[in-house]
Nanobody, 123 residues
Framework: VQLVESGGGSVQVGGSLRLSCVAS????????MGWFRQIPDKEREGIAS????????HYADSVKGRFTISRDRAENMILLQANSLNAEDTAMYYC??????????????????WGQGTQVTVS
């Protein structure tokens, strides 16, 4: 499976972005998929996950109430709607597929397929 993220960019504080993660090589019918972000010299932070089978979602406290993860089966992708952005949201954002279905756990080493990332800059 290959993942390609897009939708990043520069936005002002309080603004919004919608990130996309398109999968190829397999359908995303029943996967646990997640969004992570990373800034230089920091560990990758899991922020949202979704079980594509029934759309069950989980969020990190840092984004809860501001970010929404969803899936688009027709386009074989997941989305991340990021609202009320602040400077602390500046990071490279990655999508990934977990190797099992424990979607509530954001341990990065449990995710086996990663995209190349898309940069989000909030200023």
């Amino acid at each position: 499976v290959q993942l390609v993220e897009s939708g990043g960019g520069s936005v002002q504080v309080g603004g919004s972005l919608r990130l996309s993660c398109v999968a190829s090589g397999d359908t995303i019918g029943r996967y646990c998929m997640g969004w992570f972000r990373q800034i230089p010299d920091k560990e990758r932070e899991g922020i949202a996950s979704i079980y594509t089978g029934d759309r069950t979602t989980h969020y990190a406290d840092s984004v809860k109430g501001r970010f929404t993860i969803s899936r688009d089966r027709a386009e074989n992708m997941i989305l991340l709607q990021a609202n009320s952005l602040n400077a602390e949201d500046t990071a490279m954002y990655y999508c990934a597929i977990r190797t099992d279905l424990h979607c509530g756990n954001f341990t990065a080493t449990r995710f086996g397929f990663w995209g190349q990332g898309t940069q989000v800059t909030v200023s």
